[in-house]
Each structure stands twice: as structure tokens, then as C-alpha cells.
T-cell receptor, first 115, second 112 residues
Framework: IAGITQAPTSQILAAGRRMTLRCTQDMRHNAMYWYRQDLGLGLRLIHYSNTAGTTGKGEVPDGYSVSRANTDDFPLTLASAVPSQTSVYFC??????????????FGPGTRLTVL | QKEVEQDPGPLSVPEGAIVSLNCTYSNSAFQYFMWYRQYSRKGPELLMYTYSSGNKEDGRFTAQVDKSSKYISLFIRDSQPSDSATYLCAMKAGGGADGLTFGKGTHLIIQP
């Protein structure tokens, strides 16, 4: 069982280019999330999806879009990349337990540099 | 003021020492509290998950939550060099699927 996979591992991108970060989970979790991690700012939520077909905005959604066509995949798209989107991007997934707790599991991350 | 405050460190202690890591928060709606460990260039991994106030112990790790003071702690007993990592506190208000609010993380170094 792989858990959560992210691709690419790292990418250098010219400003203005379109980029899609891929995330796939094999745990059949209903919820998925995208965070970015920046030095001095910690992890911040970009977008989330509680179930296939639904998405929501997090703390820092501007410049990003997501889709959730099925349970396993949750791609993050930068329509026109800007240098401020240079960051490490983490995908996470979770399933609410019978006791109401909801544990998020994180992928290995994608390091994105926008020049 | 950020919702969750965490000293970034670095915190350097000798092997075998007891480590205390802390976070304070301002949102009284937070009820679910987590500690994640993150090794360099890796994704965060969950260490402890606590609901509301109280203590929770798991091996060498103890998590404490004091909602009246809006203060959470993680204690590591008999610290090992392999515990060297960044420790992130995280929290949320609701019990279901919901984004987490993270502290900035504390960089911990255990000296052999």
C-alpha cells in the first residue's frame, strides 16, 4: 500500500506557465487537502475536498484551483505561476473514524520553484 | 497575531533528556489537537491526537492540552538522536473532515 503519492517530486517552472501537481491516495479516504509550506509561515491550507465532486477554499486559495472527479485523485493547478508560489506543496487525505476523529495523512511533497 | 504560536527553535538537548514542546492558540473553538513530526525533506507524520483537555500517553510521548489556558504541550522522554526533527502542532474546531491550523514548527536537535 503506497498511501499518498505526489508528482512531480520537484519542478522548476517559468513564471506565467501553467502547472498541475498530482496527488493520488489508495486508502479510500473521503477527504483530501492541499497545503503549502513556507519557511517562517508553516503549513497553510490551500483547498480541500470533503468528498468526490465537492471542493472548498482554505486559507490561501488565490492563484490555485482543484478538482475532485473521483475518490483517489485531487490535482492542484496553478493557472499562471508567479514567484510567490515557490513553496513545498503537501497533499493530505483523511477519513472520519467512528469516534468522530479525523486523522490526516500527508504525502511526501512537491518542491516547486517559480522563476 | 497568528492563530497558533510555536517557538521555531532550534531547541538542542542532550540524548536522554526530557523534551518539552509547546504551542499557544487564540481560537477558543479549537477542540482537536495534534502533534506531527517532520523529518527534513519529508511529509509530516502524525504522532499524537487529542480531543479537548487532558493528557494522552503513547510510549515515550505525552501530549497535554489545557483549554483554559489555550496551551498544548508535547513531552518526549528518554530522547534519542532519531527524535531530531521539526515538530508541528496542529488543531481544528470540528470533528469531521476539516483543514488543520498549524504552528510554524519547532526544530529539535538531540545531541548524541
Amino acid at each position: 500500500i503506497a498511501g499518498i503519492t505526489q508528482a512531480p517530486t520537484s519542478q522548476i517552472l517559468a513564471a506565467g506557465r501553467r502547472m498541475t501537481l498530482r496527488c493520488t491516495q489508495d486508502m479510500r479516504h473521503n477527504a483530501m487537502y492541499w497545503y503549502r509550506q513556507d519557511l517562517g509561515l508553516g503549513l497553510r491550507l490551500i483547498h480541500y475536498s470533503n468528498t468526490a465532486g465537492t471542493t472548498g477554499k482554505g486559507e490561501v486559495p488565490d492563484g490555485y484551483s482543484v478538482s475532485r472527479a473521483n475518490t483517489d485523485d485531487f490535482p492542484l493547478t496553478l493557472a499562471s505561476a508567479v514567484p510567490s508560489q515557490t513553496s513545498v506543496y503537501f497533499c493530505a487525505s483523511s477519513r472520519t473514524g467512528l469516534d468522530g476523529t479525523d486523522t490526516q495523512y500527508f504525502g511526501p511533497g512537491t518542491r516547486l520553484t517559480v522563476l | 497575531q497568528k492563530e497558533v504560536e510555536q517557538d521555531p527553535g532550534p531547541l538542542s538537548v542532550p540524548e536522554g533528556a526530557i523534551v518539552s514542546l509547546n504551542c499557544t492558540y487564540s481560537n477558543s473553538a479549537f477542540q482537536y489537537f495534534m502533534w506531527y513530526r517532520q523529518y527534513s525533506r519529508k511529509g509530516p507524520e502524525l504522532l499524537m491526537y487529542t480531543y479537548s483537555s487532558g493528557n494522552k500517553e503513547d510510549g515515550r510521548f505525552t501530549a497535554q492540552v489545557d483549554k483554559s489556558s489555550k496551551y498544548i504541550s508535547l513531552f518526549i522522554r528518554d530522547s534519542q538522536p532519531s527524535d531530531s526533527a521539526t515538530y508541528l502542532c496542529a488543531m481544528k474546531a470540528g470533528g469531521g473532515a476539516d483543514g488543520l491550523t498549524f504552528g510554524k514548527g519547532t526544530h529539535l536537535i538531540i545531541q548524541p
